[in-house]
């Protein structure tokens, strides 16, 4: 399946869909921080900056699932709450590109206050807005604590899906199946020559796997690269069930019985570059700190994206 991404943040979303096995075909982050981060796990996904400022009618009826956790601070119960009337209400932005990309999924993340804001008005017009786009809409409200994570962070869901959007998918897949085929004929079972179809999987490989990596660390482990010695293009691995259930020690989860593990100074093995160790709050750590705190958890949408899967 094909992903297309919006408000991607740090790339939660991204990297749930490569567990998946999809393709991130782009994503959308205006933040320099989050754009560097992305830039450096997804190389090969098209990098968009300013959803007001980009036409995302390329992509339309090749993208089967766009993601986006649309800005939170107009309903979040740590803000002013100003709702609508705050430049930072950018769903009307997320529903021109559902608009312009017509996916066959929808999947619409924000934080639970969005339920009892105004009466729930937003929370009713994005279910209303996806529905005038032909869309079926399913909400939910999954805390990360359902997947057995050490902290509760309620989140509201929107999984949208259109079955017309899906039919005109399908043929546009069988018809590049078609050419496909077709150009087989000539050139090979794979469209190409037998070296150059080698060359391809050699590099889609070194890709997704990351060959030659210095050092890799897989999610339950721990689930960042480190001292900064991933490669670009180098991603997790496959996420554990019940990772979160504290079943083993050395996934850290314990060590919440005895929080905070470690200094305030940022020493030890915390996946900060060596050479920042012992600096007080690094700019980097800063914004490392504020993009972990309005990250989606990869894990829960993981298990959304498993149910989409065997739904198709």
């Not at 399946?1 to 919006?6: I, K, Y």
């Not at 009337?85 to 999924?105: F, G, K, V, Y």
Request: net charge negative.
């Amino acid at each position: 399946m094909n992903h297309g991404g919006l408000f991607s943040g740090i790339g939660g979303f991204d990297l749930a869909a490569s567990w998946m096995n999809w393709e991130n075909i782009f994503h959308c982050e205006w933040n320099l921080f989050g754009q560097k981060v992305l830039k450096h796990h997804f190389p090969q996904s098209i990098s968009y900056n300013d959803i007001t400022k980009t036409d995302f009618s390329i992509h339309r009826g090749t993208i089967d699932i766009l993601t986006g956790g649309f800005p939170c601070q107009p309903y979040s119960l740590a803000g002013k709450r100003k709702g609508k009337e705050d430049e930072r209400h950018l769903w009307p932005e997320m529903l021109r590109a559902i608009r312009e990309i017509q996916p066959r999924w929808v999947v619409g993340e924000n934080v639970f206050g969005l339920i009892n804001w105004s009466g729930g008005l937003v929370f009713n017009e994005v279910q209303t807005d996806l529905e005038a786009q032909g869309y079926e809409v399913f909400p939910y409200v999954l805390p990360a604590c359902a997947i057995n994570a050490p902290h509760r962070r309620d989140r509201v869901w929107f999984v949208a899906y259109n079955q017309h959007n899906r039919n005109r998918r399908r043929e546009q897949q069988q018809e590049s199946e078609q050419k496909t085929n077709r150009a087989s004929e000539n050139t090979g079972s794979n469209g190409c020559s037998n070296g150059e179809y080698d060359k391809q999987i050699s590099k889609r490989n070194e890709w997704e796997f990351g060959t030659g990596s210095k050092e890799r660390i897989f999610v339950g482990e721990a689930t960042r690269y480190t001292n900064g010695t991933s490669k670009q293009g180098e991603h997790i691995g496959q996420p554990r069930e019940g990772e979160f259930d504290g079943s083993d020690s050395k996934d850290g989860f314990n060590n919440f019985q005895n929080f905070p593990t470690q200094s305030p100074i940022c020493g030890g093995n915390d996946g900060i570059p060596t050479e920042l160790d012992n600096i007080t709050f690094s700019k980097w750590r800063q914004e490392s700190i504020k993009a972990y705190g309005n990250a989606i958890v990869p894990q829960v949408v993981y298990q959304i994206f498993k149910a989409i899967e065997q739904w198709n």
